[in-house]
């Protein structure tokens, strides 16, 4: 088990006033709205990132196998996402505008065939469909026609992304390159135990998600790789949907559904036999996942899905979809300050 994130100096004050902890608690809260406020989320996320990357390749917490000194950890961090930027660019000229015009056309696939469900269902099963229905499907069909529109301004918001995410990885490297000596400044302190506990609640949610979402692609790979084709079916856009599956399951809860979706859809597309078995291959991964989510997400911060599915519900109204990203590492953060508070 690793050792929870240590931030604080080693010469803790002798005490620390209320105020001074009351004007921690409100810089962190501050710094918490201002990214979702002003789109800099990925940066915060990177800097949490880059500090613990640059802490395991500096051996924090870890007795043996490879130590780097701190400023030699920091230096990998700010150079290793240039030099793959570097080979990416060299060697896979287009791939990234490929990728793009992937998901394009998976998206009017998919418009596609929300405008034309009633044709592909059986005519009794069809005339049963709410007259209703329709506005919805045209609502749905042109919601991704636009998400399809968005994606060719990627270039552009590709770019300013990686740099923010850059600078980020960039900042927490060096946090953990160019530690400052003991001090017993109390609000110093106060701020670097923020910080201790933010990262260390990014660690503990990230990692767990990380191999919720590895193993729910790994799944989802083998059902469109190896066991639709043996019944001779193909899948449209399949790396597009492997792909979309991992990323978007690097969102507790919500982000399968979302990748869930599109797989049944991509289904029905073929035929309503096929977008049926995906729906039944997702209710038995959902199942599977309960147990996961479980065993990795819950043991790791302590919190019942219900607990997520409010605060994610609570940042998308508040902040759009950066708010639903934030929503499960802010709550992970306010419990870890409530733990140590000993409140809860």
């Keep these: 088990m690793p050792k929870p994130i240590q931030l604080a100096p080693a010469a803790k004050p002798a005490s620390i006033p209320s105020p001074v902890k009351i004007a ?3 810089l962190a809260l501050l710094l918490c709205i201002g990214v979702l406020v002003y789109g800099l989320l990925p940066g915060l996320l990177a800097v949490c990132l880059g500090y613990l990357w640059a802490a395991a390749l500096a051996g924090e917490g870890r007795r043996k196998g490879l130590r780097l000194s701190p400023t030699l950890a920091a230096a990998v961090v700010v150079l290793l996402p240039l030099l793959g930027l570097g080979l ?25 065939t929300v405008l034309e469900i009633r ?39 590709g770019l300013h992304g990686f740099l923010l995410v850059y600078v980020g990885l960039v900042v927490g490297a060096l946090i953990e390159g160019t530690r400052v000596g003991s001090t017993s400044a109390p609000l ?11 990262i260390e609640a990014f660690r503990q949610i990230v990692i767990a998600q990380f191999w919720i979402a590895a193993i729910n692609t790994l799944c989802t790979a083998l059902f469109l790789l190896v066991a639709l ?26 982000g399968n559904l979302v990748c869930n979706s599109v ?37 790791q911060i302590n ?33 870890k300050e409530l733990q140590a508070a000993r409140l809860v």
């Design 303 to 335: 919190t019942a899905a219900w607990e997520l599915l409010a605060v994610m519900f609570i940042g998308e109204a508040v902040f759009g979809l950066p708010g639903l990203v934030a929503a499960p590492l802010y709550y992970a953060y306010a419990k």
């Design 24 to 26: 921690s608690f409100a």
């Design 188 to 198: 110093r302190f106060a701020i670097r135990q923020r910080a201790g506990h933010f």
């Design 229 to 254: 084709p043996l019944f001779g079916v193909n899948m449209p856009y399949v790396s597009a949907l492997i792909a979309l599956t991992f990323f978007a399951g690097l969102i507790p809860i919500v």
């Design 88 to 112: 990416l660019l060299a060697n896979a000229k287009g791939m990234a505008f490929g990728a793009v015009g992937q998901y394009q056309a998976l998206m009017h696939l998919l418009a596609g």
């Design 119 to 157: 044709q592909k269902l059986p005519a009794d099963l069809a005339s049963h469909l709410p007259a209703e229905l329709i506005a919805v499907q045209v609502w749905l069909a042109d919601y991704l026609k636009s998400k399809a529109q968005a994606l060719t301004g990627f270039g552009t918001a």
């Design 263 to 299: 797989l049944a859809l991509a289904g029905v597309s073929i035929s309503p036999a096929v977008g049926l078995t995906c729906l039944l291959f997702l209710i038995a991964i959902h199942k599977t996942e309960y147990v996961i989510n479980a065993k990795i997400l819950g043991k």
